[in-house]
């Protein structure tokens, strides 16, 4: 079998695929046409950050079994397209994140104590002490937005240095905080209240200009902000007039919205402020090692025994359970995935009731999934089928099964119940047709939900008008409607109206149904 590598790998990693018997080709650098041209050969490929593998290119991948990245992110590699051609992604959870972690102080170092101005200033021939006047980390506040694996990791640090540790998380319980020595505080509060402002999350219609013009008005003007974590949850123009301005006293960028930056970044004029380094979180010698062996091991593994370890879009199971499964997996993954984006508040317990024909599945992959499911939306790394278990745990999320022979009057229900501080919310979906998952139940709701696309969640009173106003909304602004669905606890009482659009919907769209008469409250649910 052939294994491409189409991004720096390390050689310890390169060898361990070659002594497997595996064909190894490195062709480092190819343009998107060179590599859509010469894929299709290949039974596996390893790829770093820098390979965009496109639905494209997935496309052309006509023997291609398993993408491998050597790290976390996968924002490069379309995951749907490949799960649809049954292509394995795996990646290396893990492998940087203690590296992306410390390159976070270093950079915190760094923007207090000005030490890269003063170097240059110095290499100039110049000494001006007086120029470089820092700050103390001792005794400051820092805002950690994010606190995964990574996240964790940098508030442990940080609570050595003796800083005061806020975090926000939505899915953070108030007593894994306390036991991790953190203060969980409301987004609003972070802003408001820290020194430093670290942000540790996934870039998500939710995260994206999570830090823009408006919320850093809310931020004090000695604000110090860091962004480790992806391009485009800080917007680069806000922040950069900010900067100028002395709105903001100074921030520090390992990851941008473009890479490279463009030579036109209003982030590279600046100097005296600002801290910049080109998307090195994972550049140490340990972590390319580690992630290199990770990946090639796994690699190894799935060519020649079919054993899927660290994949984001399958669990390990035996290959004759797959076509069964599937479905089931999807479904169990829109119902985390959807409730995650839904509910608010640290949770603290997920159950997964089996009933009908679902409760004789093997479950454990199917749980699994649902946890992951219910996990990615929140975390800065990328959860797997086989991690996923492992990271509610860390959190404090106690994870239960239940079986029932009774389905009503389905073949086969699986609900999930989440409980958040002391209330519980309930998800349940079945399969149509036995293969097309349906969300058909959302707490007293009975909806019927397609679990895929952009969807507009809607809670509003049941009264006249709900409908044609949505619709008179999103048509004045061109977004085109694909599916409509409601459901209502009993006739003028609480409702939910779920829309599927074709397109993302803007903050200002949002808002505009938010404030027509009889809603309550509308989200934008990613699926």
């Not at 229900?413 to 349906?438: A, I, M, N, Q």
């Not at 200002?508 to 990613?526: A, C, H, T």
Request: contains cysteine; aromatic residues 4%.
């Amino acid at each position: 079998m052939k294994v491409l590598v189409s991004d720096n790998l390390s050689e310890t990693g390169i060898s361990i695929l070659r002594k497997a018997g595996l064909t190894v080709d490195v062709k480092v650098g190819m343009s998107p046409e060179e590599l859509t041209s010469v894929i299709g050969e290949y039974h596996g490929i390893v790829i770093r950050s820098a390979t965009k593998l496109t639905a494209d290119v997935i496309e052309a991948a006509r023997n291609l079994k398993v993408i491998g990245r050597a790290g976390s992110g996968l924002d490069n590699v379309d995951k749907a397209a490949a799960t649809k051609k049954g292509i394995v992604v795996m990646n290396t959870p893990g492998g940087n994140t203690i590296t992306t972690a410390e390159h976070t102080i270093a950079l915190m170092f760094s923007l207090a104590r000005k030490v890269p101005q003063a170097t240059a200033s110095m290499k100039a021939g110049l000494w001006e002490k007086k120029k470089f006047k820092g700050v103390e980390l001792f005794n400051k506040t820092l805002g950690v937005v994010g606190l995964g694996q990574i996240g964790s990791q940098v508030a442990k640090r940080a609570r050595c240095l003796e800083m005061n540790v806020i975090a926000y998380d939505p899915f953070l319980s108030e007593d894994t905080a306390e036991a991790m020595g953190i203060r969980k505080v409301s987004l609003e509060e972070i802003f408001r209240t820290a020194d430093f402002i670290t942000v540790h999350s996934p870039l998500t219609g939710e995260t994206r200009n999570l830090i823009n013009k408006e919320t850093i008005k809310l931020m004090k003007p000695t604000v110090r902000i860091i962004n480790c974590a992806r391009g485009g949850i800080v917007n680069e123009g806000d922040l950069a007039e900010a900067l100028e301005s002395g709105r903001v006293a100074g921030a520090a960028l390992d990851v941008f919205e473009e890479e490279p930056a463009p030579e036109d970044s209003p982030l590279l004029r600046l100097e005296d402020n600002v801290v910049l380094t080109p998307h090195l979180g994972a550049s140490t010698d340990e972590a390319q090692e580690n992630v290199a062996v990770a990946v090639a091991e796994q690699i190894v593994d799935y060519l020649q025994a079919g054993t899927i370890r660290n994949a984001v879009n399958f669990p390990s199971v035996p290959a004759d359970q797959v076509p069964h499964l599937r479905p089931y997996l999807k479904l169990a993954e829109g119902l985390g995935s959807f409730a995650a984006q839904l509910i608010e508040g640290g949770i603290t317990e997920v159950t997964l009731e089996y009933r009908g024909e679902a409760a004789e599945l093997t479950t454990e992959p199917v749980t699994m999934a649902a946890v992951k499911g219910l996990l990615t939306p929140i975390l800065e790394s990328t959860v797997n089928f086989v991690n996923a278990p492992i990271i509610a745990r860390e959190r404090g999320i106690e994870v239960k099964e239940t079986k029932s022979a009774d389905a009503g009057d389905y073949q086969s229900v699986l609900t999930l119940r989440v409980r958040v501080k002391k209330e519980e919310h309930s998800f349940s979906g079945t399969l149509f047709s036995r293969r097309d998952p349906r969300i058909i139940m959302v707490d007293n709701f009975p909806v019927e939900i397609i679990p895929e696309g952009t969807i507009l969640v809607i809670h509003n009173q049941d009264k006249p008008g709900v409908i044609g106003g949505t619709g008179s909304v999103l048509a004045s602004h061109g977004v085109n409607i694909a599916w409509m669905h409601f459901g209502r606890e009993s006739a003028g009482g609480l409702a939910m109206s779920v829309v599927c659009v074709d397109t993302a919907v803007g903050d200002k769209e949002l808002k505009e149904i938010r404030n027509l008469p009889n809603i309550l409250s509308v989200k934008q649910i990613y699926l």
